[in-house]
């Protein structure tokens, strides 16, 4: 499904690295910790994960890194408040861990996005997990 959104803010975590939340009005739309969907502009569509938690299914956050050779998200990377996005998705598989099991997560850069999301949908239904996230990023 197409859902229409609309950007809520543009931040600025490192020199590269944007936090993108978009709000929108569809109580149809909802998603998993961990999925992603695709985010559809003037220039073109492409996949980011969800960042935010699973209980603010009208709030989504997704990450990205700017300043690289794409056209499309040094576009991302100049949003403003209210300029509109359609969202297409949600899309993928990627499990909350078993009360019971241990998880280990490696990401690299922005690929912490949607492990974000799992710890944040678990912090938010106050459940715990054992789980080790190991992520590298050339930048604090």
Same mark, same amino acid.
């Given at each position: 499904?197409? #859902? =229409?959104?609309?950007? =809520?803010? @543009?931040?600025?975590?490192? !020199?590269?690295? /944007?936090?993108?939340?978009?709000? &929108? !009005?569809?109580?149809? #739309? $909802? /998603?998993?910790?961990?999925?992603?969907?695709? @985010?559809?502009? =003037?220039?073109?569509?492409?996949? #980011?994960?969800?960042?935010?938690?699973?209980?603010?299914?009208?709030?989504?956050?997704? @990450?990205? =890194?700017?300043?690289?050779?794409?056209?499309?998200?040094?576009?991302?990377?100049?949003?403003?408040?209210?300029?509109?996005?359609?969202?297409?998705?949600?899309?993928?598989?990627?499990?909350? +861990?078993?009360?019971?099991?241990?998880?280990? $997560? *490696?990401?690299?850069?922005?690929?912490?996005? +949607?492990?974000?999301?799992?710890?944040?949908? @678990?912090? !938010?239904? &106050?459940?715990?997990? !054992?789980?080790? *996230?190991?992520?590298?990023?050339?930048?604090?």
């Amino acid at each position: 499904m197409i #859902f =229409k959104a609309r950007t =809520k803010s @543009l931040n600025k975590i490192n !020199d590269k690295i /944007f936090e993108l939340v978009l709000v &929108h !009005d569809n109580e149809l #739309f $909802y /998603f998993n910790a961990g999925q992603y969907v695709w @985010l559809e502009t =003037k220039y073109g569509r492409r996949a #980011f994960s969800i960042s935010s938690s699973s209980l603010t299914p009208n709030e989504l956050k997704i @990450l990205f =890194k700017a300043g690289v050779d794409s056209s499309y998200m040094n576009y991302l990377s100049l949003l403003e408040a209210g300029d509109s996005v359609n969202i297409i998705g949600p899309r993928g598989v990627l499990r909350i +861990p078993a009360a019971e099991s241990q998880s280990v $997560y *490696l990401s690299g850069g922005v690929g912490i996005t +949607p492990f974000l999301s799992i710890i944040r949908s @678990l912090k !938010d239904n &106050h459940q715990s997990r !054992d789980i080790t *996230l190991v992520s590298v990023n050339s930048s604090e």
